[in-house]
């Protein structure tokens, strides 16, 4: 199998750079799988799991958002915040959904309510998937 080369980076840190066999995304309008040779594409990330494949191993990463691009060098993932599935911390979720039902409920503005609405059920997708 040809390898991908992937540059995965956050604000904090550089998760990976290096060639992996595969890469599946949480995009804005669907989940994905991304191997060598890909056409080229942009997409916003929604909350959720990446998961790098190399070397026989599967390696999930939990983002909350950003982009990816795929090009004639590879994968891009620019992530807002990415956290490897075991160091994730769930309590933080937990809270992050809390408030985003109280933003709901407060809201007097349709459209801003409609969005904050799409992004918690994006948080109770993430939080159903971790608990699997």
Request: glycine content about 10%; overall charge negative.
């Given at each position: 199998?040809?390898?991908?080369?992937?540059d995965?980076?956050?604000?904090?840190?550089?998760?990976?750079?290096?060639?992996?066999?595969?890469?599946d995304?949480?995009?804005?309008?669907?989940?994905?799988?991304?191997?060598?040779?890909?056409?080229?594409?942009?997409?916003?990330?929604?909350?959720?799991?990446?998961?790098?494949?190399?070397?026989?191993?599967?390696?999930?990463?939990?983002?909350?958002?950003?982009?990816?691009?795929?090009?004639?060098?590879g994968?891009?993932?620019?992530?807002?915040?990415?956290?490897?599935?075991?160091?994730?911390?769930?309590?933080?979720?937990?809270?992050?959904?809390?408030?985003?039902?109280?933003?709901?409920?407060?809201?007097?503005?349709?459209?801003?309510?409609?969005?904050?609405?799409?992004?918690?059920?994006?948080?109770?997708?993430l939080?159903?998937?971790?608990?699997?």
């Amino acid at each position: 199998m040809a390898a991908l080369h992937l540059d995965f980076v956050s604000p904090e840190r550089v998760l990976v750079s290096g060639d992996v066999d595969q890469v599946d995304l949480p995009g804005a309008e669907g989940d994905m799988g991304i191997l060598a040779g890909h056409a080229p594409l942009v997409t916003a990330l929604r909350p959720g799991i990446v998961t790098i494949f190399r070397d026989g191993k599967r390696e999930p990463i939990v983002v909350t958002g950003g982009f990816a691009e795929v090009g004639p060098g590879g994968l891009t993932v620019l992530a807002d915040k990415a956290v490897p599935r075991e160091d994730f911390d769930l309590a933080m979720l937990s809270a992050e959904i809390k408030d985003a039902e109280e933003d709901v409920g407060d809201s007097t503005d349709a459209a801003q309510r409609d969005k904050i609405a799409r992004h918690l059920e994006q948080l109770k997708a993430l939080q159903t998937a971790l608990a699997r």
